[in-house]
């Protein structure tokens, strides 16, 4: 009689057929429960923004967080019950998991510096999703604020995952009004009072249409003398995020405007001299 007699084939299929079937049933309950508890942590960020007047990215922010925390303690939680499922002592696991995490933890500073920067970043409420901020060598938009990580997505469609400890220093460019500057060259030969007085026209003009314009726009007068042109210097402040928009609509407003009154924007030229030989 060989080992594979001695098998009781019946009551190893039957066993094993327990296992995958709990298996089975916790992966649903698991999914079940993240969907709901997901659902959950929806409905009462929204209710809450709401009531206490949140601002959207405040209440992504700390939405995307409780989402991710309720996911690391479900999954923890799946672990657990699995093991119990092949006969597993959890406690003993989680004793030799932390004289083990003893053993590494100074190989892990790195993590627990992630998680310390993380916790006052949302502390302090430095940034939120969807600021424009430049923190960590990256400037672009935030998607994420983490823990241990940070997301931010810069404007040529990169998605830069930045840990936390690396920010040692943080801009964040969506906290008030942006200031709007547009510098416009006008040749030497033009007259100056009339180009301000055309450019503030077209100012005003900008300022009455676009919604985005809280303050000005006003021209500040001659900024710079040029090689081949006077500079003058146009200032506004806009609505966050709305200063190039309203750049934009400055230099294509303020380019027409000069055409149609006979201003020249000059552009650098070249001449050549030619000497004959006598």
């Known amino acids: 009689m060989n080992l594979f007699d001695e098998i009781n084939w019946e009551g190893f299929l039957v066993d094993t057929g327990i296992i995958v079937l709990k298996l089975i049933a916790i992966l649903i309950i698991y999914a079940i429960v993240k969907a709901i508890g997901n659902r959950f942590i929806e409905r ?3 209710q809450v923004s709401e009531k206490q007047n949140m601002s959207p990215g405040r209440a992504n922010t700390l939405k995307n967080l409780s989402k991710s925390i309720f996911t690391y303690v479900l999954l923890f939680m799946a672990v657990a019950i699995i093991f119990e499922t092949f006969g597993f002592d ?5 004793a030799g998991a932390g004289i083990i995490g003893l053993a590494v933890g100074f190989g892990a500073q790195g993590l627990v510096s992630d998680v310390v ?8 409420k430095q940034m939120d999703v969807g600021d424009y901020v430049t923190a960590g060598g990256f400037g672009g938009i935030v998607e994420e604020v983490g823990l241990r990580t940070t997301h931010i997505r810069s404007f040529d469609g ?3 995952y930045v840990p936390n400890r690396e920010i040692s220093s943080l801009s964040n460019h969506s906290r008030g009004n942006m200031r709007a ?5 006008i040749s030497y030969g033009d007259n100056i009072d009339e180009a301000i007085r055309v450019i503030q026209k077209v100012c005003d003009n900008v300022a009455a249409t676009n919604e985005a314009v809280v303050e000005g726009p006003d021209v500040l007068g001659v900024q710079s ?3 081949s042109d006077v ?9 966050n995020m709305e200063q190039w928009g309203v750049e934009r609509q400055l230099r294509k407003e303020i380019k027409e405007a000069l055409d149609a009154n006979g201003i020249e924007i000059p ?6 001299i030619e000497k004959k030989e006598q």
């Open 231 to 239: 500079v003058l210097r146009v200032l506004c402040r806009t609505q």
């Open 225 to 227: 003398l040029g090689s």
């Open 44 to 46: 009462t960020f929204t």
């Open 158 to 160: 990169t998605l830069n």
């Open 267 to 272: 552009f650098p030229h070249q001449v050549f």
């Open 90 to 94: 959890i406690k003993a696991l989680i």
């Open 181 to 185: 500057l547009v510098d416009i060259g």
């Open 117 to 124: 920067t993380g916790f006052f970043i949302l502390l302090e």
